[in-house]
DNA sequence: GTGAAAGCGCTAACAC
DNA sequence: GTGTTAGCGCTTTCAC
């Protein structure tokens, strides 16, 4: 008892014009009589007609569709790009859809897989955060002849947006040192993970030379608990700041204090990095690192529809950052 | 210079065979034999075959596409349910195409017309949070035959999949009496949206014939900043208990106070909505009530599922919220 | 076991 | 202005 679904024919068929006529019409041709094509398009609301997607992208070998694939859609970061980006492309004309790989190498390799099946005209690719990543996903990408941006973190042999961690990371450190910290405590996590590397990187780099005692921890996840878990370690040592990877970790050990009776930023300092929504909503708010997704996002749509256009072009963007300064590193004055 | 895509009768040119047998063979036919198959399958890899969706599509009349339209995706409960549905639906053998609708009638009347026109097999419709909801949509929906379950909102006609916040809130409302209070502040948002007309009824009703003071903001946005500024009007008369419409008024209600000097739970009480992840990030873990989103998945893809194999079922799901509580509503033992 | 042929719904020359 | 025709890439009877 499956409805048929009406076709442009039984347009056709009813107001006794043909296929191509009720095609032209459709498609607002000006050719077609004013007359045909209001009959045409009044008939076609009356039997509900809905244009054939996949007919239509097969004929036109056009989708006008990109596709996107992130890590998470539960990490704000992500959701707040892909939100952005889904802005950014209906700018362009394009539509954006949207593959989650849950941070698998696997299924990441079948959402490009499926992109490709689908004749996306282009590819935000956004890779799984994993030490090792996966180069058969790449060579996909790579191979397929569509125009491909990676975002966040580098792939050899594609354009890339992605902020300046490392500079953002410096300024920050740079200001810290302002304070006159005696140690400085950076909680990052596991090892051979891009946009984790070059934080921690950074990070050491700026203390070089300086006189810092500093420590610097490999958690097994930069999230809330794993952050906690660590500041819950040092609570009989604490250091003068705690730099952490991002906002969520920073957030997790703002509370652990706030709960312990530490405050925050008058016996420890505590930063974030990446200027979320949890920087703002934390109790002390953060002092962070923002990474300006709405411009990543400009730049990225850009950037792709130019490669659209001409797929020769090599170019890669470095969104600067910028430090936040919030109350998580300003001690009270004591007179006021 | 654009690169031609190889199809299946660029393979069967190759190897000198019908188009037909390459596409028996790909597809794992064990008609064709085992040696012809493995040769098909060998050349389609050495030439980079990718099959077009498109075409399939369009012959098989079948996508394995299910369409979900969410109001938006910075929302940590439609980024979880989004997640979820994923995965239930991956295992039910289709792929989920995820469309925001900004909360923008406009654009969830286009992502519904583009789904259709996608000829998606199932949608699942999470309609925009606004007062006024856009009948046309769900004409469209209604008018177009495809199976569809209405989500976390009562849609007349459709199948609905929502958790039992009326039944939540009151079980809410009775442990919070059991706290004896002479006062109770409820923070609710505009009026006309379905969930949080639900919450809002169902507070006052709990509250009939009890002998408490009670009030009830209508406030113009249910987020952080709005709860804020409420909570702010208030500090010079704190009620015994705030129940927030959901967390991330309730954190912004408890991170006000704690900048105040204010003690939650002992100065007042609050509550949130929903056991988000806030909900445990909050400074002071927040009493709640947990929609299990988890469960919604798992019923609505079922559901959906099954209306697909019947377009006659007639079903409502209605799941069980849960209490959840923690120390917003606990006070310190004086003694211990 | 494999090929020929028809057709999914739509568009775009090219005729008339 | 409108109709005819061919074809996008794939699947699927039905012959052979």
Redo the contacts between chains.
Sequence with gaps: ???R?VTIRDIAREIGVSEATVSLALNGNPAVKAETRQKVKDTAAAL?Y??????R??VLKR?GVVGIVVP???N?YY??L??EL??RMADGGY?L??F?S?NDPEKEYRAV??M????VEGIIYVPVNTALSDQRTKNLLL???IPTVCMSTVTEGMNCVLCDLEGGMKTLVSYLLEKQPSSILYLGGPQGMYTLDCRRQAFLDALQQKHVRSDVRALPSVN?TCAQEAARTILSDLPDIIVCAND?MA??V??LF??RGISVPNDVMVTGFDDSI?SV???VPLTTVRQDLHTMAIRTAELLLHMIDD?NVREDVRIPTELIIRKSTQKKEIDA
Aim: zero cysteines.
């Design positions: 008892m499956t409805k679904v509900g809905v244009p054939n997607t996949n007919a992208r097969l989708s998470e859609i539960e704000i959701a707040v892909v939100r889904s802005e539509s859809s949207i989650i849950s897989s499926d490709i099946a689908a004749r191979g397929s002849g809330y969520f957030l997790g703002v509370n706030a709960e949890f909503t934390s109790p797929p």
